[in-house]
């Protein structure tokens, strides 16, 4: 079956983000899946998708009805929407990119990206961040996101579609590089 990409269209799409978030949390997976397989952090709730995709729909793979990948968009205005990531926008704005702060620049945050353990090596990744790249390179000139450096698989699959390493920072839980990609 074929997979589409598409901007999220309705809370049925939302609500399978979240299905396919919860089966990809680290604390679900073992240690052999997280360094096989990657991982995701941060859990959203359907409120917080909802109030996020009403300023910028993430973007979603489906094969039929069924969601295959998101790739959530966030934007800075939510930085105080979920408590984790306050710490990860403060750094952002204060990250000096083409010689200005990228706070003072127009960007936008891949809030979170998940294929399917299904679909792997298809393909999903970098459709999703293809269709990204259409959606919202008009609007922003950079997309930024963090990743946790044992997120071995993310770091590679983000640095094959564009990204390169801007910082790096460690927190006493983690250690995270922030990736960007100027469109």
């Given at each position: 079956?074929?997979?589409?990409f598409s901007?999220?269209q309705?809370?049925?799409?939302?609500?399978?983000?979240?299905?396919?978030?919860?089966?990809?949390?680290?604390?679900?997976?073992?240690?052999?899946q997280?360094?096989?397989?990657?991982?995701?952090t941060?859990?959203?709730?359907?409120?917080?998708?909802?109030?996020?995709?009403r300023?910028?729909?993430?973007?979603?793979?489906?094969?039929?009805?069924?969601?295959?990948?998101?790739?959530?968009?966030?934007?800075?205005?939510?930085?105080?929407?979920?408590?984790?990531?306050?710490?990860?926008f403060?750094?952002?704005?204060?990250?000096?990119?083409?010689g200005?702060?990228l706070?003072?620049?127009?960007?936008i945050?891949?809030?979170?990206?998940c294929?399917?353990?299904?679909?792997?090596?298809?393909?999903?990744?970098?459709?999703?961040?293809v269709?990204?790249?259409?959606?919202?390179?008009?609007?922003?000139?950079?997309?930024?996101?963090?990743?946790?450096?044992?997120?071995?698989?993310?770091?590679?699959a983000?640095?094959?579609v564009?990204?390169?390493?801007?910082?790096?920072?460690d927190t006493?839980?983690?250690?995270?590089?922030?990736?960007?990609?100027?469109?």
């Amino acid at each position: 079956m074929e997979i589409k990409f598409s901007l999220v269209q309705n809370e049925a799409d939302l609500e399978q983000i979240l299905v396919l978030q919860q089966q990809n949390l680290a604390r679900h997976l073992s240690s052999d899946q997280i360094a096989s397989q990657g991982f995701v952090t941060v859990e959203h709730t359907l409120e917080q998708l909802q109030k996020m995709h009403r300023s910028a729909p993430s973007i979603i793979a489906k094969m039929g009805e069924q969601v295959v990948g998101y790739n959530i968009a966030m934007l800075p205005d939510f930085r105080q929407e979920i408590a984790v990531l306050v710490q990860m926008f403060d750094i952002f704005d204060s990250l000096m990119v083409n010689g200005q702060t990228l706070g003072s620049q127009r960007y936008i945050v891949c809030g979170q990206v998940c294929v399917a353990e299904a679909v792997r090596g298809r393909g999903v990744f970098e459709g999703m961040y293809v269709a990204y790249q259409q959606y919202y390179s008009p609007l922003y000139r950079y997309i930024v996101t963090e990743i946790a450096d044992r997120n071995r698989r993310s770091l590679r699959a983000h640095e094959k579609v564009g990204f390169s390493t801007w910082h790096r920072y460690d927190t006493p839980a983690e250690s995270w590089h922030i990736v960007g990609w100027e469109w």
